[in-house]
């Protein structure tokens, strides 16, 4: 993790912003699963795929097929542990970067963190892990810069749905604004690095 003042901050980040719909921890955007928009909480310390929270599935049921879907239990989350239907989904976009044949955990909870009825999910490091990532907390935008693993293939099942965070994040988030040792302070423990 890189935290810079925001005076440090040129914007010379050669992608399309993102706007931060909230800057608060964590911070939520605007993305879209198979062109449907929803909001979407950056969960830097989840070392899982894309998760969908059942009320926004249940409101687009034609368009999430759920059809070739796995049960899976999910321990040791925050709110408890989660029941989950593990799919792949036709498309994911963030900004302009649509990614084909994502796996995502569709959360049956009706009650906890997961169980929101006005996010449409949690975007975690199986996602997030393809790209830099720059939160411009000060102009309260995001940047999603593709990196090395932005081309490699979702895995079917396997350590992305552990939800035990990595020792050592492979995705480097940076932070500017006012709210950046707030977020460093959330991320680092929850995910065991800092620089």
């Known amino acids: 993790m890189t935290v810079t003042e925001p005076s440090a901050f040129n914007g010379s980040i050669d992608e399309q912003p993102v706007a931060l719909l909230s800057t608060g921890t964590p911070p939520i955007i605007s993305a879209a699963v198979n062109g449907i928009p929803g909001s979407y909480m950056l ?3 989840n070392a899982g795929p894309l998760f969908f929270f059942r ?9 999430i097929d759920l059809s070739h879907s796995v ?3 999910v321990p040791g989350v925050v709110g408890g542990d989660l029941e989950a239907k593990l799919t792949r ?7 302009p970067h649509l990614r084909r044949g994502a796996v995502a955990a569709v959360v049956q909870n009706q009650s906890g963190a997961f169980a929101s009825k006005s996010l449409a999910g949690n975007i ?3 996602i997030l892990s393809r790209f830099t990532v720059t939160l411009d907390y000060a102009h309260a935008r995001a940047y999603f810069e593709p ?3 932005y081309g490699d293939l979702f895995p079917a099942r396997g350590p992305a749905y552990r939800m035990t965070p990595p020792q050592r994040a ?3 988030p940076r932070c500017f604004g006012r709210d950046r040792l707030r977020l460093r302070q959330a991320l680092t423990p929850a995910i065991g690095y800092s620089r």
């Open 124 to 126: 975690g490091a199986e």
């Open 170 to 172: 492979p995705w480097s």
């Open 55 to 63: 009320a926004f599935v249940e409101s687009h049921q034609s368009s």
């Open 89 to 95: 989904i036709e498309s994911f976009s963030i900004g």
């Open 147 to 149: 990196n090395s693993r």
């Open 43 to 45: 969960d830097f310390g």
């Open 71 to 73: 049960t899976e239990k």
